[in-house]
């Protein structure tokens, strides 16, 4: 059991950046892959972001690529996302995830297993 706990959102201008922090309770962090998803009102929830296992390998959603930073610190249970040269489009509620199966499509959300509650970031025009 993994539990999840999303922080660092928040209202920013466009073109401003914000760092989302995502805390993990469980001892084993590093044998899970990581991502971020977000849900903007009235929308289905999208992939934005994945970490493998060690931290070597990322990939991210075409809307993000570019401007986004996805990494991790296995030593403190923690993974990240680093924002920058923010757009209104990017309001939504940010989740991150965690999973551990193997030979999955990542940008997908049934791969996760475990989910946080979300955190609200909003940008302004």
């Known amino acids: 059991q993994v539990q999840l706990v999303e922080s660092g959102g928040g209202l920013v201008q466009a073109g401003g950046s914000l760092r989302l922090s995502c805390a993990a309770s469980?001892?084993?962090?590093?044998?899970?892959?990581m991502g971020w998803f977000r849900q903007a009102p009235g929308k289905e929830r999208v992939f934005v972001a994945h970490?493998?296992?060690?931290?070597?390998?990322?990939y991210y959603g075409d809307a993000v690529k570019g401007r986004f930073t996805i990494s991790r610190d296995n030593a403190k249970n923690m993974v990240y996302l680093q924002m920058s040269s923010l757009k209104p489009e990017d309001t939504a509620v940010y989740y991150c995830?965690?999973?551990?199966?193997?030979?999955?499509?990542?940008?997908?959300?049934?791969?996760?297993?475990?989910w946080g509650q979300g955190t609200q970031v909003t940008v302004s025009s």
């Open positions: 469980s001892g084993t962090f590093s044998t899970y892959y």
């Open positions: 995830a965690a999973g551990s199966r193997y030979g999955v499509v990542v940008t997908t959300e049934g791969v996760y297993t475990y």
């Open positions: 970490i493998a296992r060690s931290g070597r390998g990322t």
